[in-house]
């Protein structure tokens, strides 16, 4: 009815854009048991030569073109209409004054993938880890290596389309002031410790997002807070929140009226605007294998978890949305008339997306302690800017196992 009333209101701009917005609401609200996924991790291989690790980071380029970061440090373009995938080369690390901090664990890769509000630039982790690399669009040419961070960068959030926060292990905040592309500008920008960086946090920065209309950039972090700065004032400190479940922490998003954070087992719903800023939290059904991304769209919290599963809670209801069509008994003719007003009881409805087998390598770690099957979790997800699209990407969680996943569901 929403579809008929859309198309009959061609003529009237006034109810043009409303009906836009109810008939991608009415989508989010039904998709979920009408979607099919859209595996694209066999092309990886052919396209890039070789297997690709767990896709951590995404952001959309524009309605068709997706860049994707990876733990082996590549940056990915999908092309969605055509289905090519290609990697984007990294500008060369520059000589830095101080050497990063040195981790048993080996390289992160790239955990971080922002465009700016003009769609001009993207900002994404650099050949070096600790190093954040800012590209031009829609060609992807090196504009600046942002240098001065000790540690992996986790974040990075635009504030403007030539200002850009980022966010680190090492426990700092940066603020940074890009140039115009093109204006030879110096291939890197850099900053001593303690030169542009806010040393406030006593844990390592998990992540940072910035808000456009409320101005609020927060920051979250390992010792259990999220930070909101003021990056007009040189990232002054303006509120801390406590937050009162506060293992693994490792991702957030934000709106003006709310604030979401993922933890082991619950994803938090805040507030800043109020004095008590949590408002409840959401149990996952997986419970323990940790939430890996969160995503707010309307009145609908979408949250991935470390077991593979996209899970869909309506703030309005209070409730998760089913994933398949309800079950109903039709007796045993299989009548309309013997239609029966609830699904019989042997049945419960899906509450999630369950990510595709994707690619595992099968490594002897993998035969010596996971001789089951694996499931990939989900590190990243994120709808198009219709909404009719849902873009998946992870690897399995296991550390030393390889492996990646990439789904279009639609």
Same mark, same amino acid.
């Given at each position: ?243 009162? &479940? $506060?293992? +693994? @922490? ?6 003006? !009226?709310?604030?979401? =954070?993922? /933890? ?10 109020? &004095? $008590?800023? +949590? @408002? ?6 997986? !419970?323990?294998?940790? =939430?890996? /991304? ?117």
């Amino acid at each position: 009815m929403l579809t008929r009333q859309l198309l009959g209101a061609q003529g009237d701009g006034r109810q043009r854009v409303p009906l836009r917005a109810a008939v991608s609401q009415h989508f989010i609200d039904a998709q979920p048991a009408l979607w099919q996924e859209e595996d694209v991790t066999g092309r990886l291989d052919s396209a890039l030569g070789g297997p690709t690790d767990k896709a951590f980071a995404a952001a959309w380029q524009d309605d068709q073109r997706l860049l994707v970061g990876t733990k082996c440090n590549q940056l990915l373009q999908w092309d969605t209409a055509t289905g090519a995938v290609r990697g984007v080369p990294l500008p060369p690390a520059p000589q830095r004054a101080q050497p990063p901090i040195e981790s048993m664990w080996g390289a992160c890769g790239i955990h971080c993938v922002a465009v700016n509000p003009a769609g001009d630039m993207v900002a994404t982790g650099g050949a070096e880890p600790a190093d954040c690399a800012v590209l031009s669009l829609p060609d992807l040419k090196p504009v600046q290596t942002l240098v001065g961070h000790l540690d992996w960068v986790f974040g990075a959030a635009w504030v403007s389309d030539r200002h850009l926060v980022t966010g680190s292990r090492d426990q700092s905040v940066a603020l940074w002031q890009l140039p115009e592309p093109g204006d030879g500008a110096p291939v890197a920008q850099f900053k001593a410790p303690g030169e542009g960086l806010l040393r406030k946090c006593e844990g390592k920065v998990r992540d940072v997002k910035y808000d456009p209309e409320s101005c609020r950039l927060a920051a979250l972090s390992t010792e259990g807070t999220v930070k909101f700065l003021d990056a007009a004032r040189g990232l002054r400190g303006v509120r801390t929140i406590k937050l009162e &479940r $506060n293992k +693994e @922490l490792v991702c957030m998003e934000q709106r003006r !009226d709310m604030l979401v =954070v993922g /933890s082991a087992g619950h994803v938090a719903l805040l507030d800043p605007r109020r &004095r $008590n800023a +949590e @408002l409840r939290h959401v149990a996952s059904p997986d !419970d323990n294998q940790g =939430v890996r /991304s969160v995503q707010l769209a309307g009145h609908l919290l979408t949250f991935g978890t470390g077991r593979g599963k996209v899970f869909f809670w309506d703030m309005r209801a209070g409730a998760f949305l089913p994933t398949e069509h309800a079950r109903y008994d039709y007796g045993s003719e299989g009548l309309p008339s013997k239609l029966a007003l609830q699904p019989p009881a042997a049945w419960r409805p899906r509450h999630h997306l369950q990510l595709g087998p994707g690619f595992l390598e099968k490594s002897e770690l993998f035969y010596d302690h996971f001789a089951d099957q694996v499931q990939h979790a989900c590190y990243t997800h994120l709808w198009d800017a219709s909404r009719t699209r849902l873009f998946v990407g992870g690897g399995p969680l296991a550390f030393g196992l390889r492996g990646c996943y990439l789904a279009m569901w639609h």
